[in-house]
């Protein structure tokens, strides 16, 4: 352990401690502040602020969350930034409701009780936690999960429901570190696997008076599942579009029980989009062309999305160019570790 210091976030009030070893990120989870955050490597730039006073050092960060002139203007990223004397610094993005409701992440060990093919190249893992093992997490939210064997850990977010174990869905890429295990062979079934959590914050708000646009492309179907199984267990009346983005028609998934759910809902449609294929059942473009296309002004929404960086980049011009405010798009960039 290092020395402690005080950082105090403006202008919100709230003090916690922060040893030198730790990011201030990570001191606030373990105090229960919920930052905003995303990919918690330096690379998404959701967890940006500005130093208003003191000293503190960042560990190795991407200029695309964070350019070499906003470091020099003062700003840093928290998921980075230890600090070395008490620091105040100012929150550019934060939300009141959930700054003082965070879950404080705790390792739990658990077990692989399925891997299955879902396309041809995205798989559901499901986890079982060992017997005295607990994972509060709010829907919407992730876990990180250790590469068996190694000090490396991957993020992904929770199709289930709290409650209701953990299940993922993930896209697999060949010679990937965690991904590329999922071939059926190489996790079987019964393999343990250590998982650290809960983050994130594109959890389900309660607004029963905004309509709502969720937005997912590839295995970032995983966290608004979540949202959308929640919606449907609660009878949600809000104005629901779910639009998903793919390649072609064989990348598509879930198909019965998104019909299912949305049955349950008051007024809920369905949009897939495909990118490379021409198809008289669904549309054609990205799928933030086809929102574009479809929908008019979003000033009483809100909107979830998660998938590749580009789609939620796309997808925020879209959203806040049809009036949508910007504190009301929650997201989860889908970062790799090997893009810095
Ligand atoms: C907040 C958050 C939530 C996430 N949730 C999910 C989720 O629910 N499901 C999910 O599938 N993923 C999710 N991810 C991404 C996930 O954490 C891993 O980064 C991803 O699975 C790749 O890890 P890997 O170990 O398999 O590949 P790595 O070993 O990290 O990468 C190996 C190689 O695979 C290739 N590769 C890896 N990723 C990509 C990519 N995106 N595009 C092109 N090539 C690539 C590259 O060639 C790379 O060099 C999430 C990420 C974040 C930050
Ligand atoms: S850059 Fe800090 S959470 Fe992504």
Not at 180 to 208: F, H, I, M, S
Not at 234 to 257: C, I, N, Q, V
Not at 272 to 294: K, N
Request: proline share 5%.
């Amino acid at each position: 352990m290092g020395d402690k210091h005080r950082v105090r976030f403006e202008p919100v009030g709230i003090e916690i401690e922060a040893d030198e070893e730790e990011t201030v990120l990570d001191a606030a989870f373990r105090q229960g502040v919920m930052l905003m955050h995303g990919c918690k490597e330096g690379q998404c730039s959701s967890c940006k602020s500005f130093l208003l006073d003191g000293d503190q050092q960042m560990e190795r960060y991407s200029t695309f969350a964070l350019a070499d002139y906003e470091h020099e203007e003062g700003y840093l990223l928290l998921c980075r930034a230890h600090a070395y004397s008490d620091l105040s610094v100012e929150l550019i993005n934060y939300d009141e409701e959930m700054l003082l409701s965070g879950i404080p992440p705790r390792q739990v060990s658990t077990t692989v009780t399925a891997v299955e093919p879902l396309t041809h190249d995205i798989a559901r893992l499901t986890l079982a936690l060992d017997a005295d093992g607990e994972l509060p997490y709010r829907t919407g939210q992730y876990v990180d999960i250790q590469v068996p064997g190694t000090e490396q850990w991957r993020s992904f977010s929770m199709a289930s429901l709290p409650g209701d174990g953990l299940e993922f869905l993930i896209k697999r890429y060949p010679g990937g570190l965690f991904s590329g295990l999922l071939d059926g062979l190489r996790l079987p079934v019964g393999a343990p696997l250590t998982v650290k959590g809960p983050y994130g914050t594109c959890v389900l708000r309660e607004a029963p008076e905004r309509d709502l646009i969720l937005l997912a492309g590839g295995a970032g179907m995983a966290p608004i599942l979540a949202q959308l199984r929640a919606l449907a267990a609660a009878g949600s009346g809000r104005r629901t579009r779910f639009y998903y983005g793919a390649r072609g028609a064989a990348d598509l998934f879930a198909l019965d029980e998104i019909a299912r759910l949305g049955a349950a809902l008051s007024d809920f449609a369905f949009v897939p989009a495909l990118s490379e294929e021409s198809s008289q059942s669904y549309e054609q473009g990205f799928v933030t062309e086809v929102l574009d296309r479809h929908e008019g002004d979003l000033s009483g929404s809100d909107a979830y999305l998660c998938g590749p960086p580009p789609m939620c980049d796309a997808a925020l011009a879209v959203l806040t160019g049809k009036g949508m405010p910007q504190e009301r798009i929650f997201l989860d960039r889908f970062t790799t570790s090997t893009d810095i």
